[in-house]
């Protein structure tokens, strides 16, 4: 499958902990971008990397952390998990820095805090 | 503010019937439309941009900077349509989608 790939789909933790999602974008992609689905909030944008560098910030909590290491593919890490934070975690690539491409999404990893 | 209303959490019609799933947006310059579709159990795939003006799967959007609308319309709907739609909004020199809380759209025999 040469679409976004995200891992893992399913995670259950304990709240304190600290998870990392990781997400590989299509191939030839530049650009990952991080959104979370929560049913109150619906779908938000938290971050973009495009060749490794930050390019873009949204709604992403100071305890949530993400890079792009030099193979593309990218890492959220999410600190001192609250209930809260259960949600879908949605990754998205595009070719592009992003004003005029198109974005296309992974499959999601379902984290749940018990 | 940036912001979409997806005012239906839900909609249900029969098969053949006509469709309309609305998208208002806020915006105060040149925004770019989008409309995503996930179908059950699969990722989140885009529909229709409306710069694009083509028409995918009989859906087609036009977008209305008078009355800030996108809404999304196929005239007769197949059972094969039922699906959770996003209207996405991304500003001039943006690149985040902002999206609506969805629609999901349940066509019955």
């Known amino acids: 499958d040469s679409g976004v790939t995200q891992t893992p789909k399913h995670l259950i933790t304990a709240t304190g902990q600290r998870v990392t999602l990781r997400c590989s974008p299509r191939?030839?992609?530049?650009?990952v971008y991080w959104y979370q689905q929560s049913l109150d909030q619906g779908l938000q944008f938290l971050i973009q990397?495009?060749?490794?560098?930050?390019?873009a910030k949204g709604n992403i909590l100071e305890r949530f952390s993400a890079q792009q290491f030099p193979d593309l593919h990218s890492e959220l890490n999410l600190s001192s998990l609250e209930l809260g934070d259960s949600a879908l975690y949605f990754c998205?690539?595009?070719?592009?820095?992003?004003?005029?491409?198109?974005?296309?999404f992974g499959a999601g990893t379902r984290l749940s805090v018990l | 503010a940036q912001r979409v209303t997806q005012p239906e959490k839900l909609l249900s019609v029969f098969k053949g019937a006509p469709v309309e799933l609305k998208c208002n947006y806020s915006y105060s310059g040149s925004p770019e439309l989008f409309w995503y579709v996930q179908y059950s159990r699969q990722r989140l795939q885009l529909l229709l941009r409306h710069i694009s003006r083509e028409s995918i799967k009989g859906f087609t959007a036009d977008l209305n900077k008078g009355e800030t609308s996108f809404h999304l319309k196929k005239p007769f709907a197949q059972e094969e349509d039922s699906a959770m739609y996003y209207c996405a909004l991304r500003g001039q020199a943006g690149t985040a989608l902002i999206f609506g809380k969805g629609t999901t759209l349940s066509v019955s025999s």
């Open positions: 191939s030839g992609d530049l650009s």
């Open positions: 998205a690539s595009s070719v592009g820095p992003g004003s005029s491409d198109i974005q296309y």
């Open positions: 990397y495009y060749n490794g560098e930050e390019r």
